[in-house]
């Protein structure tokens, strides 16, 4: 296949590069400056510009593009996070129907952040969205996909929850205080965490680029999801270390604004029932087995 991908050089982005590289696809990165060879095509999302050129031919694209959530909310901040997904997103979407041949397919990202601040509650994709800023901005993201889908493009979106990697994302963040013996939960620790490793996550997003039957929301979390005082349990036991360090939610609002509770103190119950319906297995589907998998052997 020949796959274009925004957000390339994202933790996601990069590791699925890489994966369809080694199975001896072709990959086009869009890249905010000019193009440095056949590989990589320029685009410029906030200004609606982007060398369609490159893009000819392509079976797929996968669209990642966004500034990172974790960051101090503030109203500057809150703009570029919802401004920097709707836009690449629309542009993505009205460049793959403008093409021809047109792709196959557009896989977009979106979050489990869609279904709001909801508790325990389970939640599928067939779950009512929520009405906080990340909800919004999820809807917006997810609506920006239109234009492909109106010209007969296949559009699955991904609705991606907490990433499990040692090298980026919320994992990395935790390990250092974690490793020191100063790791706890976050606020009262009952909020749950929808979660997925690394590598799940780059095989559901082959997964979805590859069925051709895969169109719509998919929730790109693994089955078992955990509240964040069993989620600090169980990486404060494989990393064989003390967790007795809660960090107030005071402490987080002081730091991270609205953040702290947009995300940071979240509670997602997400299940990803439409990729398990569809076949798809997880090699990585509990906790334990995955922190063990990712860290076992750094932690050493």
């Given at each position: 296949?020949?796959?274009?991908?925004?957000?390339?050089?994202?933790?996601?982005?990069?590791?699925?590069?890489?994966?369809?590289?080694?199975?001896?696809?072709?990959?086009?990165?869009?890249?905010?400056?000019?193009?440095?060879?056949?590989?990589?095509?320029?685009?410029?999302?906030?200004?609606?510009?982007?060398?369609?050129?490159?893009?000819?031919?392509?079976?797929?694209?996968?669209?990642?593009?966004?500034?990172?959530?974790?960051?101090?909310?503030?109203?500057?901040?809150?703009?570029?996070?919802?401004?920097?997904?709707?836009?690449?997103?629309?542009?993505?979407?009205?460049?793959?129907?403008?093409?021809?041949?047109?792709?196959?397919?557009?896989?977009?990202?979106?979050?489990?952040?869609?279904?709001?601040?909801?508790?325990?509650?389970?939640?599928?994709?067939?779950?009512a969205a929520g009405d906080d800023f990340l909800?919004?901005?999820?809807?917006?993201?997810?609506?920006?996909?239109?234009?492909a889908r109106d010209a007969g493009i296949r559009?699955?979106?991904?609705?991606?929850?907490?990433?499990?990697?040692?090298?980026?994302?919320?994992?990395?963040?935790?390990?250092?205080?974690?490793?020191?013996?100063?790791?706890?939960?976050?606020?009262?620790?009952?909020?749950?965490?929808?979660?997925?490793?690394?590598?799940?996550?780059?095989?559901?997003?082959?997964?979805?680029?590859?069925?051709?039957?895969?169109?719509?929301?998919?929730?790109?979390?693994?089955?078992?999801?955990?509240?964040?005082?069993?989620?600090?349990?169980?990486?404060?036991?494989?990393?064989?270390?003390?967790?007795?360090?809660?960090?107030?939610?005071?402490?987080?609002?002081?730091?991270?604004?609205?953040?702290?509770?947009?995300?940071?103190?979240?509670?997602?119950?997400?299940?990803?029932?439409?990729?398990?319906?569809?076949?798809?297995?997880?090699?990585?589907?509990?906790?334990?087995?995955?922190?063990?998998?990712?860290?076992?052997?750094?932690?050493?």
């Open positions: 296949m020949l796959v274009a991908i925004s957000g390339s050089s994202g933790l996601v982005g990069s590791a699925l590069a890489s994966s369809l590289i080694r199975d001896g696809h072709t990959v086009r990165r869009l890249v905010r400056r000019e193009a440095r060879g056949s590989d990589e095509v320029s685009w410029n999302p906030e200004g609606s510009e982007i060398d369609a050129r490159g893009l000819h031919g392509i079976d797929a694209i996968v669209n990642l593009a966004g500034v990172n959530i974790a960051q101090r909310w503030t109203r500057d901040a809150m703009r570029e996070i919802h401004e920097s997904r709707v836009r690449a997103t629309a542009l993505v979407a009205r460049t793959s129907a403008s093409l021809s041949p047109r792709p196959r397919a557009l896989v977009s990202g979106s979050a489990v952040g869609y279904y709001g601040l909801r508790g325990g509650e389970v939640l599928d994709e067939t779950s909800a919004c901005v999820c809807k917006d993201w997810e609506a920006a996909t239109a234009p559009v699955a979106i991904s609705r991606t929850g907490i990433v499990l990697d040692p090298h980026g994302g919320a994992l990395a963040k935790m390990l250092l205080p974690f490793r020191l013996g100063v790791g706890g939960h976050l606020g009262d620790g009952t909020h749950w965490m929808s979660w997925i490793a690394l590598v799940d996550a780059v095989r559901a997003l082959r997964f979805l680029i590859e069925n051709e039957r895969a169109a719509g929301a998919f929730n790109l979390t693994a089955p078992n999801p955990v509240d964040n005082a069993e989620f600090t349990r169980v990486l404060a036991s494989v990393l064989h270390r003390p967790a007795i360090f809660p960090v107030p939610q005071l402490a987080l609002e002081l730091l991270y604004g609205p953040m702290a509770k947009g995300a940071a103190l979240a509670s997602q119950r997400a299940l990803p029932r439409r990729l398990l319906d569809s076949g798809f297995a997880f090699a990585l589907p509990d906790l334990r087995s995955a922190l063990e998998a990712i860290l076992r052997p750094k932690a050493a």
